[in-house]
């Protein structure tokens, strides 16, 4: 299982992105899928879930309304639309299916960085 995380950088305040992370080895169709991130010196912090199907989400409450997740079960990536990015946002975000809980194993990608500053 290989989880490949992109798309992050600085943004200024204010400012999106839109993070990817194609799998391989997985067949993400048939998982619910989450984005987790972890901030500088604090815990991993659970952001977003897509169920399979793509038709139910659910979203932290810090980013409701900022932040979209989708799926593309066909080519097997999931994505992160960020809107309307704040400083409290910057943090290294991974990919993992729900089942895998928000705490870093092997199994876990290497996350991409979002650094939100002026």
């Known amino acids: 299982v290989q989880l490949v995380e992109s798309g992050g950088g600085l943004v200024q305040p204010g400012g999106s992105l839109r993070l990817s992370c194609v799998a391989t080895?997985?067949?993400?169709?048939?998982?619910?899928m989450s984005w987790v991130r972890q901030p500088p010196g604090k815990g991993p912090e659970w952001v977003s879930t897509i169920y399979s199907g793509g038709t139910a989400t659910n979203y932290a409450g810090a980013v409701k309304g900022r932040f979209t997740i989708s799926r593309d079960d066909a080519k097997n990536t999931l994505s992160l639309q960020m809107s309307e990015l704040k400083p409290e946002d910057t943090a290294v975000y991974y990919c993992?299916?729900?089942?895998?809980?928000?705490?870093?194993?092997?199994?876990w990608g290497q996350g991409t960085q979002v650094t939100v500053s002026a």
């Open positions: 993992a299916p729900q089942i895998w809980g928000n705490q870093r194993d092997d199994r």
């Open positions: 080895g997985i067949d993400l169709s048939t998982y619910a």
